[in-house]
C-alpha cells in the first residue's frame, strides 16, 4: 500500500509539474507591440501552426546573422563634434546642399527631398538603425524560442550602445541633423531617434533571460531617464515639440512611449491628450487630407509616414485609456479620415500631389492592415479586401490578429 500510495504522490508531482511549465509566464512589458498577440503567437509557434511557420523561419534566419551585427557605438565615427565628446550623437541635415553660388559652398542651401549624400560622411543615424533592428529581431526570436544565444547578442549590443562607458551614447542630441554653415544641430534631427521605441519593447521582451539583468535594466531606465528629460528641457527638444507636421508627431510618440517605460504614466497621458487638439486638430483637415505633409516634395510618403506615427500615438493611448482611434473633432477631422482620405490612392488612383520618384501605393497597406482591428464597418472591410495579403514571411503575421 506504501509503495502504491508513493507512487500516485509521483504521478501527481508529474502532472503538476507538467502543469506548471506549460503554464505562460508574464505578459511582456512592451507598448507599441500588443503582449496579447505575443502570448498568442508564442503559443501558436509551440502548437505548431502551419500559418506562421515561414514568418517565423524568416525570423529566426535574420535572427542568426544578427548574431554576428555589431557592437555598434556612435562613439566609432571619424568626426568629432563640437563638444569634443565622440560620445554624443551627430549627423547632417540630408535636404542641405553646398551653395553652386559661394566658392566654399557655405551656407548650405535646401533642396527638399534630394538627399546629400556628404551625410554618410557621419554614421551615426545608420549606426544606430542597424542597432535597433538587430536588438530587436534578436529579442523577438529570443521571447519565441527561448534560446539564451539571442539574448546574450541583443544585452551586448545593448550594453555597449547604452551602458559601457566608453561606447555608450550620451543622452541627448545636441549636434542632429547640423546645416553647415548655419548651425551644428537642431530640433528637426529628433526625428532620427524615433526607432529607440523599439529598443524599449524589446528589452521589455528580454526580461527573464539570464543575459539581461535587472542592473541592465536599470541602467537602460536610467538612459532613457535622461534623455526624456533631454527632450523636456533642451530648446532642440521644445523646438520639435512645437513642430506642427511629423516631426512634432513623432516628438510625441517618444515621449509618450518614453514616459510609459519609466512609470511616468500621468505624462505619457497628457502628451497624448493634447494630442486630440495639437496633433490630429491642426495637422488634419475634415476630409483627411494632411496640408503639412503634401506641401512637401515627397507628399505621399510623408502623408504615409505621419499617420503611421498618428496611429503609433492611438496604439500607445491605449495603455492609458485616451481612444486615439476614434477621435475626431467637431467638423470630422481624425485618423480614420486621414486614412480614408489616402486608401483610394493605395487602391490605383493617380496621385496628384508631389512626389519626387516613385510613390509605391504599397506604403499604405500594412497601416491598412494594423485599422482593421480598429475599424469595422463593411466600408472599410472591402477595401482591405483589395489590399493584397502580406507575405508568408512577413514579420507582422507574428505580431498582429489580423494578417
Same mark, same amino acid.
Not at 530587436?136 to 539564451?148: C, G, K, R
Not at 546574450?152 to 542632429?176: D, H, I, S
Not at 542592473?215 to 526624456?228: A, C, M, N, R, T
Given at each position: 500500500m506504501k509503495?502504491?500510495?508513493?507512487?500516485?504522490?509521483?504521478?501527481?508531482?508529474?502532472?503538476?509539474?507538467?502543469?506548471? !511549465?506549460?503554464?505562460?509566464?508574464?505578459?511582456? =512589458?512592451?507598448f507599441l507591440l500588443n503582449s496579447k498577440t505575443l502570448e498568442s503567437t508564442k503559443q501558436r509557434i509551440r502548437n505548431g501552426d502551419p500559418k506562421l511557420a515561414p514568418a517565423f523561419e524568416k525570423l529566426k534566419q535574420d535572427a542568426k546573422k544578427a548574431l554576428t551585427a555589431g557592437p555598434f557605438s556612435v562613439a566609432t565615427k571619424e568626426v568629432t563634434p563640437p563638444s569634443g565628446d565622440k560620445r554624443d550623437y551627430m549627423s547632417l541635415a540630408p535636404y542641405f546642399w553646398p551653395d553652386p553660388a559661394k566658392p566654399n559652398g557655405l551656407p548650405y542651401i535646401r533642396k527638399d527631398g534630394e538627399r546629400n549624400p556628404e551625410?554618410?560622411?557621419?554614421? /551615426?543615424?545608420?549606426?544606430?538603425?542597424?542597432?535597433?533592428?538587430?536588438?530587436?529581431?534578436?529579442?523577438? !526570436?529570443?521571447? #519565441?524560442?527561448?534560446?539564451?544565444?539571442?539574448?546574450?547578442?541583443?544585452?551586448?549590443?545593448?550594453? !555597449?550602445? #547604452?551602458?559601457?562607458?566608453?561606447? =555608450?551614447? /550620451?543622452?541627448?542630441?545636441? #549636434?542632429?541633423?547640423?546645416?553647415?554653415?548655419?548651425?551644428?544641430?537642431?530640433?528637426?534631427?529628433?526625428?532620427?531617434?524615433?526607432?529607440?521605441? =523599439?529598443?524599449?519593447? &524589446?528589452?521589455?521582451?528580454? !526580461?527573464?533571460?539570464?543575459?539581461?539583468?535587472?542592473?541592465?535594466?536599470?541602467?537602460?531606465?536610467?538612459?532613457?531617464?535622461?534623455?526624456?528629460?533631454?527632450?523636456?528641457?533642451?530648446?532642440?527638444?521644445?523646438?520639435?515639440?512645437?513642430?506642427?507636421?511629423?516631426?512634432?508627431?513623432?516628438?510625441?510618440?517618444?515621449? &509618450?512611449? #518614453?514616459?510609459?517605460?519609466?512609470?511616468k504614466n500621468d505624462l505619457a497621458r497628457n502628451i497624448l491628450l493634447t494630442a486630440r487638439t495639437k496633433r490630429i486638430a491642426t495637422q488634419l483637415e475634415p476630409d483627411g487630407r494632411q496640408p503639412f505633409e503634401l506641401a512637401r516634395t515627397r507628399g505621399w510618403g510623408y502623408s504615409c509616414g505621419n499617420l503611421d506615427g498618428l496611429m503609433l500615438l492611438a496604439r500607445l493611448g491605449e495603455s492609458v485609456q485616451v481612444d486615439l482611434w476614434n477621435y475626431k473633432t467637431a467638423d470630422g477631422r481624425s485618423i480614420r479620415k486621414a486614412l480614408d482620405f489616402l486608401v483610394p490612392f493605395a487602391l490605383g488612383k493617380k496621385w496628384t500631389y508631389q512626389q519626387l520618384g516613385e510613390w509605391p501605393p504599397q506604403q499604405l497597406y500594412p497601416l491598412m492592415r494594423r485599422a482593421a482591428s480598429h475599424y469595422k464597418d463593411a466600408t472599410f472591410k472591402n477595401d482591405l479586401g483589395k489590399v493584397p495579403p502580406a507575405s508568408e514571411t512577413d514579420r507582422n503575421n507574428l505580431l498582429s490578429d489580423e494578417l
Open positions: 509503495s502504491k500510495h508513493i507512487s500516485v504522490v509521483l504521478l501527481l508531482l508529474i502532472i503538476a509539474g507538467t502543469s506548471i !511549465a506549460a503554464t505562460p509566464g508574464p505578459s511582456p =512589458r512592451v551625410i554618410e560622411k557621419i554614421d /551615426n543615424h545608420r549606426v544606430k538603425d542597424q542597432m535597433e533592428a538587430a536588438v530587436e529581431t534578436l529579442a523577438l !526570436a529570443y521571447y #519565441f524560442t527561448e534560446d539564451e544565444a539571442y539574448a546574450e547578442r541583443a544585452a551586448q549590443l545593448l550594453r !555597449a550602445f #547604452f551602458l559601457e562607458p566608453q561606447t =555608450r551614447m /550620451n543622452p541627448n542630441l545636441e #549636434f542632429a541633423q547640423g546645416i553647415p554653415g548655419i548651425n551644428t544641430g537642431r530640433g528637426i534631427g529628433l526625428i532620427e531617434t524615433r526607432g529607440l521605441t =523599439r529598443v524599449i519593447d &524589446a528589452s521589455g521582451l528580454l !526580461a527573464g533571460s539570464k543575459a539581461w539583468s535587472t542592473i541592465d535594466q536599470k541602467g537602460l531606465e536610467d538612459w532613457y531617464s535622461k534623455f526624456l528629460q533631454w527632450m523636456l528641457d533642451s530648446k532642440n527638444g521644445r523646438d520639435e515639440s512645437a513642430a506642427k507636421n511629423n516631426h512634432g508627431t513623432y516628438y510625441d510618440v517618444q515621449v &509618450a512611449s #518614453f514616459a510609459l517605460f519609466l512609470g
